[in-house]
Every structure is written in C-alpha cells, then in structure tokens.
C-alpha cells in the first residue's frame, strides 16, 4: 500500500510517523510526505533567543486532550513536557482600560460563584441581575445550531457577550462569537442548556460530579495541570518527528498543484523544485492541508466536495514576541496576562505573559511578551508593517500596564513579529451539519482522508488524533490499546 501525504503540518507529520512506525515494524506500506514549503511543522515554530523560548505559533496543548502528550513521549519526550504554572494563574480582562480579573468560580463562560460575580467590576449591575435570574432558565426546545453570541446572549445578556465570549474565544480561536458555532464550539453547554435549562445549574452539577469522582481518584491522579509545553518549545515535537521519518519520504518545497484519481488510486501532481511537473500515483491520499487549499487541490475531483470546503472560514492572526530585561521595566500584575475585548477598540486581542505562564523557559532577569493580533475582525493587520505592529504593541501594553510597568524608553532586547494568514480554521454555525455532508462525499471517494484543524478540533491535540487514525485507517492498522479522544468539545 502507496500513501500520499499532502501538507507537513503537525496533522500530516502525525500521519506519516504512525506509518513509518507501522512500515519499521514490518507492515506492507510506504509512504511519501509533500510539503510545500521549505520546512515541515506547519504553524508549529518555536526558537531560543538568548536562552529564552520563544513559541511563533502554538505554545502549548490541552492536558485533557492526551493525544499530544502519549506522542511526545512515544517519541522520547516524556521528560521534556512542562505543566503551565497553575499555581499563578490569573487571566484579566481589559475593561475600559482597567485590567479586571476574571472572577473566581467562572467555569469558562458561566459564573457558578455568586459573591466573586457579585463583586466584580466586569459587569454592571443589570448583567449581574441577569446572571443571578438565568438560574431559572427553562430548557431549550430542541432546535437547530446558532451562534455562540446568541446562545450566551439568552442566558446572560450582551454584555457577558462583549466582556467574556468575545476576548475569550477571540483568544482560543481568533474567532468572532456571533460567527462561532454553539453546536460545535460550546457542545457541553447546548447539551446542558437541553438538560437542565440554565447554563449555571448544569455547570454546577458537572462540577459536583468532577469532585466526586477526584475523590474516588487514586492518590495523586487530580490536580493536572490546564496545559502542557514543551520545555524546549514546540519545534521539539516537530524536530523529533522529522528526525523518525526515512528522508527519502519526505519532501520539502514540494507543493502538490492537482489531484486526480486513477482506477487504482490517486495520481499527485508535484510543482516547485521537490519534482517540477512530475506526477506520482499512490494506492490512498491523506489531504492534511489547510480546508482551502484541500477544496482547491479537490475541484476537478468532486466540485461539492471542494465547496463545502471552500466554505470552511478562516481566520489570520499575528504573534509579537518581545523579550526584555526585568531591570529595565517595572512590575507587572499577578498573573498569565491579559485579553483584550474587540469593544476596547485596540489592535491587540491578548497578551500571555510567557514566562510565568511556563517555569523554567526563560532566563532568570527576563521577561517574555507574546501578543496576538489580527483575529475575523482584523485581517487588514497581515498587510501593516512589523515596525508598525511592534510599535502598536508596545504602545497598547504601555497604555494596559502602565507607564511604570513598561516605560516607553524601556527596549526589548528582542522582537520578533510572525504572520499566520489564514492559519486558524472557524467552525462557524452549521459546521456539524457541513461535515455530514464532507463525509457523506468523502464515502464514494475510497482511500482519502482529510486531516488537519478545520474538521473535528482546532487543537494540535486534535490534529495529532486525526492524522494518526487516518492512516491506521487507511493501512488497516489496529486502533491503539489507549483510547486518543477526550470528552469535551472542539477547543485547544
Ligand atoms: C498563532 C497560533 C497559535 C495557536 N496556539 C495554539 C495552542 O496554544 N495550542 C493548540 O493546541 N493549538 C494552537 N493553535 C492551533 C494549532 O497550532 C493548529 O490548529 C495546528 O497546528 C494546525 O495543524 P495542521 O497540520 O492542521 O495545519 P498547518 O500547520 O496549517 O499545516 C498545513 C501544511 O500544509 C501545507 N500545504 C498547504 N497547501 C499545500 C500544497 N498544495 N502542497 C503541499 N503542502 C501544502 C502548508 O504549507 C502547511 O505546512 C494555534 C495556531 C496558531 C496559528
């Protein structure tokens, strides 16, 4: 069996290390990986600068989703994965110019603590009543999918909208709440707003169920860190990837220009200086691009197939590192950093204070920034200059922070801006629907398999999860004896 991997991403990579693992151990398949651009990893990059890592893209994955961790260590980087720093986890919210704390026992978008909501500046008096009311909140007649906007706008007003989804999901996505799809993106909640009516009670009860069970956990099972890192930083992973995979499979500055499929297979079209104008046929294909460029590669194939595709969104985002000198700005707040509601009017959509986030990546005296721009809303961003961004950036931190905590004659020592165009798939509403479609098409094309961020989790857990099983799929591998899917929802 002849497989063609299309896209070096961390999808693709995963694909092509279950089989070369599979072929190592003797199984009857061989495999060649096309990139298109001169190095594989896709959107996972990470450098060290002075001593200090510095992650491009993704810093970190989800610990609840196991299947990034179960590959590190499989490739020997067990010792390697760092916890966040849990311990000074604070997250702030920008709000008119303030930074506000997210307050405690808010369990991702729904307050389940009457004082510390109570209390907070976050919102006013009549979001808080309305919080308090959404108690009694009767069960949603089943209906189709709706925006996340819409869905937290019923329980909890517009102002939890603009205060909280918004900067939230703009972070974890780059998204935009009323394009966002609840079905998809807030699963747990629709089922609990089917089930109990009020968001609030359902998170209480799930909550209960969650310390029940981490009392009957064996010793030392609780307490696992949000997210997991890489003590060198995410390139790790795609260096010890690289480094597993017979040379010979795979190729860089190789974009793949047509698909057709032959009475055996499928016949790839290789461009650029990877194999200019040749064509190689493979018994299966596993399309491990980015859903734009899959729905390209797919129009002369199945033209529906290729517009639902094409109809996934996408968002662009910026990232800012900027390292400094701790002796040269002043104190910062408590915390991981802070994010920014698209109401504040600013460029920036959020800042992670990188190193407290992850202990032990930065050195001592140095303060690491990443900052993310762009977003649904911002794609003008890509086209500004990096000497306009970073001053943008430093500019908009001064005004967040303080003039004392990041005067304006303080220089980072280094800055270093990357543009992720078209990166970050959306699963906008009707996304659950439109993959019933992709894989009812997908059924009458037999040995190809889509893989990547715009299907069934944007996470690089999620992306690791679904190119290995594609190609286990496809060799007729067994499934592992670890199951790789976690409940929960679409997320990283
Ligand atoms: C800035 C940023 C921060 C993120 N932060 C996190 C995080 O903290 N945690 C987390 O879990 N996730 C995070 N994500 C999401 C996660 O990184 C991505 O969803 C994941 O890496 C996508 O992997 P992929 O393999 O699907 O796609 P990609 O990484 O986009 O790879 C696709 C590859 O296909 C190649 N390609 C395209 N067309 C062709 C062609 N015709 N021929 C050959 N090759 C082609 C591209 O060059 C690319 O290398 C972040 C993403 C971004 C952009």
């Not at 979001?127 to 089943?142: D, N, Q, S, V, Y």
């Not at 990443?370 to 200059?385: E, H, N, P, V, Y």
């Amino acid at each position: 069996m002849r497989i063609a991997i299309v896209g070096g991403g961390i999808a693709g990579l995963a694909a092509a290390y279950e089989l070369e693992t599979a072929r190592l151990a003797g199984a009857a398949v061989t495999w060649t990986l096309f990139e298109e651009r001169a190095r594989l990893g896709g959107s996972l990059a990470s450098q060290t600068v002075g001593g200090a890592v510095l992650e491009r893209g993704p810093d970190s994955f989800l610990t609840e989703k196991p299947a990034a961790a179960e590959l590190c260590r499989a490739l020997g980087l067990g010792d390697a994965l760092i916890p966040s720093n849990d311990a000074a986890r604070k997250t702030y919210i920008v709000t008119r110019n303030r930074l506000v704390p997210l307050p405690d026992g808010l369990m991702f978008l729904v307050p389940t603590r009457l004082v510390p909501t109570a209390l907070t500046p976050l919102f006013s008096l009549r979001t808080k009543l309305r919080m308090a009311m959404e108690l009694l909140h009767p069960p949603r007649p089943a209906g189709g999918d709706e925006s996340v906007a819409a869905l937290v706008e019923r329980h909890f007003g517009r102002e939890a909208v603009d205060r909280l989804a918004d900067p939230l999901l703009s972070g974890i996505y780059g998204g935009d709440a009323t394009e966002l799809s609840a079905q998809t993106v807030l699963t747990r909640m629709v089922e609990m707003e089917a089930q109990y009516g009020s968001l609030t009670r359902g998170m209480l009860a799930a909550h209960r169920k969650m310390r029940a069970m981490a009392k009957n956990a064996p010793q030392g099972a609780g307490g696992r860190a949000i997210f997991t890192a890489l003590r060198g930083g995410m390139q790790q992973l795609v260096d010890a990837l690289v480094a597993r995979l017979d040379p010979a499979s795979r190729r860089t500055s190789a974009p793949i220009a047509a698909l057709a499929r032959t009475p055996q297979g499928w016949r790839v079209e290789i461009t650029g200086d990877g194999g200019a104008g040749a064509a190689e046929e493979f018994d299966a294909l596993i399309l491990a691009t980015p859903a734009w460029a899959a729905a390209q590669l797919l129009t002369r194939v199945d033209a529906a197939l290729a517009d639902e595709l094409a109809g996934i969104p996408y968002s662009s985002s910026i990232t800012v590192n900027l390292v400094y000198d701790e002796a040269r700005i002043g104190s910062l707040p408590e915390g991981f950093g802070f994010l920014v509601p698209a109401v504040e009017g600013r460029s920036m959509l959020a800042c992670t204070f990188a190193h407290r986030k992850f202990l032990g990546r930065t050195p001592p005296g140095k303060a690491v920034f990443r900052a993310f721009l762009g977003g649904m809303k911002r794609d003008d961003l890509l086209a500004t200059s990096d000497e306009t961004i970073l001053a943008t950036v430093r500019r908009e931190m001064r005004e967040i922070l303080g003039e004392r905590a990041i005067p304006a004659e303080a220089e980072p020592e280094f800055a270093q801006v990357t543009r992720w165009p078209r990166a970050m798939a959306q699963y906008a509403v009707g996304h659950k629907q439109r993959m019933e479609r992709v894989h009812a098409r997908l059924a009458a094309l037999a040995g190809l398999r889509l893989v990547g961020n715009a299907y069934d989790g944007i996470g690089v857990p999620d992306c690791i999860r679904l190119g290995r099983r594609a190609a286990r799929e496809l060799a007729g591998l067994p499934e592992p004896a670890t199951s790789q899917r976690c409940p929960g929802s679409a997320g990283n």
